[in-house]
C-alpha cells in the first residue's frame, strides 16, 4: 500500500521570460520551507436529456488544471522566474526603520544619514518626534515641528528643537552579492513568464510525482500577520505544451 505524508518538493523550472521569449539555460528553483501544495484537476460535463429525469448520455468537456502552492522562504529568484520573469539586479535595496531614535545637535541642528552596510542613501521615510507624531518636511528652513532634507541624507531641523528626540526612517541601496532587487515594468498583454512544475511527494520509501510541462502564475500572495510568519501563497495554472502533455504523474505502485 501506497501513502502520501508532508508538504512534499516543488521545483520550478522557467521556460520563457515575462516578453515570451525562451530562456537557453534555465535554472529550477526550489520553493523552500514549504508549507502545502494542491493541483486540482477539473472537467465540465455536458449531460444529455431525453423526458425521462436522468441523463441517457454524458461527455466530458473543456478542462482546467490549476494549483497552488505555499512557501515561507523569501527567494528573489523563485519569485522572479515563476511570476514576473522580469530582470533581477545585484544589490541590496533595503529600509530602515528607526525604532532607536537620536538627538537633535545644536549647531548646527543637523543629522547626515550613515547608512548600515556602507549602504547609499535613496529616499525619505518621514521623521517622527519622540511621542511618535510625524514631523512636517518642508523645502525651506524648518520652524519647530518641521525638517528639510537635502541631497546625500542631511536632514535639518529647526534650532528651537535641538536637544530633541527623532526617529528617522529611510530607505537605502548597497553593494551586495547575495541580495537582488527589480523593478517590475509594465509590459505588453498577452505574453507572462512560463515554467516546468515538478512536485515530489516521498513516505515510507514510495513517491509520488507531479510533472506539469508549462504552467503560468496566476496569483502571487504576500501578506503579513502580527505575531506570525509570513508565508506567501502562489497560484498557478497548467496547460497543453506544444507537443500535447498537460500533466505526467507516477506513484511507486
Excluded: C
Excluded at 532634507?149 to 528626540?165: E, I, R
Amino acid at each position: 500500500m501506497q501513502f502520501a505524508f508532508g508538504s512534499g518538493v516543488f521545483w520550478g523550472t522557467p521556460l520563457t521570460d515575462a516578453s515570451g521569449n525562451a530562456i537557453t539555460n534555465p535554472t529550477p528553483v526550489q520553493l523552500g520551507v514549504l508549507q502545502n501544495v494542491s493541483v486540482d484537476i477539473s472537467f465540465d460535463v455536458k449531460e444529455l436529456y431525453g423526458q425521462n429525469q436522468f441523463a441517457v448520455a454524458v461527455g466530458r468537456g473543456k478542462g482546467k488544471l490549476t494549483g497552488k502552492a505555499a512557501s515561507a522562504q523569501l527567494s528573489a529568484a523563485a519569485i522572479n522566474s515563476l511570476v514576473f520573469g522580469q530582470t533581477l539586479t545585484p544589490g541590496l535595496t533595503n529600509d530602515y526603520y528607526d525604532v532607536l531614535g537620536q538627538s537633535i545637535p545644536a549647531s548646527p541642528s543637523t543629522v547626515t544619514i550613515v547608512a548600515p552596510g556602507a549602504g547609499t542613501f535613496a529616499y525619505d521615510l518621514g521623521v517622527r518626534n519622540a511621542n511618535g507624531v510625524p514631523m512636517t518636511r518642508v523645502s525651506g528652513t524648518p520652524t519647530t515641528g518641521q525638517y528639510s532634507l537635502a541631497t546625500g541624507g542631511v536632514y535639518t531641523f529647526a534650532t528651537a528643537d535641538a536637544g530633541n528626540t527623532v526617529f528617522i526612517s529611510y530607505q537605502y541601496t548597497a553593494t551586495s552579492t547575495v541580495a537582488q532587487h527589480s523593478t517590475v515594468k509594465n509590459v505588453l498583454m498577452g505574453q507572462a513568464p512560463m515554467f516546468k512544475a515538478d512536485i515530489y511527494v516521498p513516505y515510507g520509501g514510495k513517491s509520488l510525482v507531479l510533472t506539469l510541462p508549462q504552467a503560468m502564475s496566476t496569483k502571487f500572495t504576500l501578506a503579513t500577520k502580527l505575531d506570525d510568519f509570513m508565508i506567501p501563497d502562489f497560484d498557478f495554472s497548467g496547460f497543453s505544451d506544444p507537443s500535447g502533455n498537460v500533466l505526467i504523474w507516477g506513484t511507486s505502485e
